[in-house]
């Protein structure tokens, strides 16, 4: 991370957290906090929603994968992840 008053290099010399205290190669003192960010987590399990939901839907497998436009070895393989939960 960079000194946001000189923009030199930046090293930590405590940590507490959140927060972490930093010097700059001027000497400038500045402090910066963590903050966890999810970015990935919502998609995942849209996915994995409509994974289910193909993998449930009632026809054959030919039928199943033209109705959700995805290919036949994806609703074999689903059928046979989200079925077998059901068990």
């Not at 930046?10 to 957290?17: A, H, K, M, N, Y």
């Not at 399990?45 to 993998?55: L, P, S, T, Y």
């Not at 449930?56 to 059928?79: C, F, L, P």
Request: glycine fraction near 4%.
């Amino acid at each position: 991370m960079n000194c946001p008053q000189c923009n030199a290099w930046s090293r930590v010399i405590q940590t507490r957290l959140p927060r972490r205290v930093r010097e700059c190669g001027n000497l400038h003192r500045f402090t910066t906090e963590e903050v966890l960010i999810h970015t990935h987590d919502g998609k995942k399990k849209e996915h994995e929603e409509k994974q289910r939901e193909v993998a449930m839907a009632e026809g054959t497998i030919q039928d199943v994968a033209n109705h959700y436009n995805v290919d036949t070895k994806s609703v074999r393989a689903w059928r046979r992840k989200y079925r077998s939960e059901k068990a």
